[in-house]
């Protein structure tokens, strides 16, 4: 069974930073692409950020290029968004998913290539 656990969300001032933290279990984050997503009340689920399961290269949303860094530790199966210079506009539910087939190259931002998601944590930006 696969199940990731996102954490480390929270409130803070336009400027600031958070890193969120998704600790996976069942399979290993090496094996599959992992995304991150948000979803902002009333709009829809959109990609933030994505490494590639050999951990060669990462994918990020222009809005967050330059601000927001994924990363991941191996020997804690744990994935990471590091997110600077936080704006009002990146208030959202963040999400971590793990995609659906091993050692593929997957169309990263695509919400459906991702078959496991956890439950979320919120993230709150105040101007």
């Known amino acids: 069974q696969v199940l990731l656990v996102e954490s480390g969300g929270g409130l803070v001032q336009a400027g600031g930073s958070l890193r969120l933290s998704c600790a996976a279990s069942?399979?290993?984050?090496?094996?599959?692409?992992m995304g991150w997503f948000r979803q902002a009340p009333g709009k829809e689920r959109e990609f933030v950020a994505a490494?590639?399961?050999?951990?060669?290269?990462?994918y990020y949303q222009d809005s967050v290029k330059g601000r927001f860094t994924i990363s991941r530790d191996n020997a804690k199966n744990t994935v990471y968004l590091q997110m600077n210079s936080l704006k009002p506009e990146d208030t959202a539910v963040y999400y971590c998913?793990?995609?659906?087939?091993?050692?593929?190259?997957?169309?990263?931002?695509?919400?459906?290539?991702?078959?496991?998601w956890g439950q979320g944590t919120q993230v709150t930006v105040s101007s």
């Open positions: 069942g399979r290993t984050v090496t094996t599959y692409d």
């Open positions: 490494i590639t399961w050999s951990g060669g290269n990462t």
């Open positions: 998913a793990q995609t659906g087939r091993a050692y593929y190259r997957s169309t990263y931002y695509r919400a459906d290539e991702y078959h496991h």
